[in-house]
């Protein structure tokens, strides 16, 4: 994924002369964070709902939660230094 958003963070000039471009670059970029958005759209689902999980499971991901969290601003980070 950090090769796919390094190969396409410019955006090429407008004109009729830029056929060598790998367009086909920015579909999986755009599947990529279409289902990263997917993912966290479920989480938040599944932390508002009104019936929680039993005590035992909500602490087993606990410990995981923190650090996925983690991961998921790096990544984010990543893509925003990449794009600006």
């Not at 396409?8 to 279409?34: A, K, M, N, Q």
């Not at 039993?54 to 984010?76: D, G, I, T």
Request: charged fraction near 20%.
């Amino acid at each position: 994924m950090v090769v796919q958003l390094s190969a396409v963070h410019w955006e090429p000039c407008h004109g009729p002369f830029f056929r060598g471009y790998p367009w086909d670059l920015y579909d999986d970029i755009t599947d990529s964070l279409r289902y990263t958005l997917y993912d966290v759209i479920a989480l938040d689902s599944c932390l508002r709902a009104n019936i929680q999980a039993p005590k035992n499971l909500r602490e087993l991901f606990a410990k995981v939660c923190p650090h996925f969290c983690h991961c998921c601003v790096c990544w984010v980070q990543l893509i925003v230094e990449l794009i600006t």
